[in-house]
T-cell receptor, first 111, second 114 residues
């Protein structure tokens, strides 16, 4: 059964700190790993990592995929209060037609 | 504007009543999904559909039913058989094809059953 475990479940830091969120997974025939940010309601897409793209960067956010060790990290540098959210990791296997989500990491950035 | 709409935003029902949550998309996506989110938990898949008139059970389908009569619409009915229906419900859609695609989410419906 496909599985995603995120850690930590909750993290509180001060504005300006750098944070690293972890996502480990087990999936049959890995196809993709996705990161989402959920502030109030609808999760918004951040990154997709696949076998052909194991590192992504957008501004202060970056993510890498380690297909050998079966994990991904999401890095946020110079955090701002607007980064406070739940960060969700999900994986999909080839032929599965669906994503499997982890529990999420609740990140709180204090001013 | 293209997107996914869910209605209503908040829904209150008495125990023992069935309730239907609406999900509509104008993105021309083939696949649609329903998730449930409880506090401190991620998204758990209820039902999904890859094509009109076809759908599959997800991990927590018991007490729920769906239909997919039109490409744009994927309503979810929470039946009285669902033991803990109070939750936040999210609908999503995405294209299907040879490459992986991200899912696009609606704003969600918060259901409270008392």
């Amino acid at each position: 059964e496909d599985k995603v475990v995120q850690s930590p479940l909750s993290l509180v830091v001060h504005e300006g700190d750098t944070v690293t969120l972890n996502c480990s997974y087990e999936v049959t025939n890995f196809r993709s790993l996705l990161w989402y940010k959920q502030e109030k309601k609808a999760p918004t897409f951040l990154f997709m990592l696949t076998s052909s793209g194991i590192e992504k960067k957008s501004g202060r956010l970056s993510s890498i995929l380690d297909k050998k060790e079966l994990f991904s990290i999401l890095n946020i540098t110079a955090t701002q209060t607007g980064d406070s959210a739940i960060y969700l990791c999900a994986v999909e296997g080839w032929g599965a037609q669906k994503l499997v989500f982890g529990q999420g990491t609740r990140l709180t950035i204090n001013p | 504007d293209g997107g996914i709409t869910q209605s209503p935003k908040y829904l209150f029902r008495k125990e023992g009543q069935n309730v239907t949550l609406s999900c509509e998309q104008n993105l021309n996506h083939d696949a649609m999904y329903w998730y449930r989110q409880d506090p401190g938990q991620g998204l758990r898949l209820i039902y999904y559909s890859q094509i009109v008139n076809d759908f599959q059970k997800g991990d927590i389908a018991e007490g729920y039913s769906v239909s997919r009569e039109k490409k744009e619409s994927f309503p979810l009915t929470v039946t009285s058989a669902q033991k803990n229906p109070t939750a936040f419900y999210l609908c999503a859609s995405r294209p299907t094809g040879n490459r992986p695609y991200e899912q696009y989410f609606g704003p969600g419906t918060r259901l409270t059953v008392t």
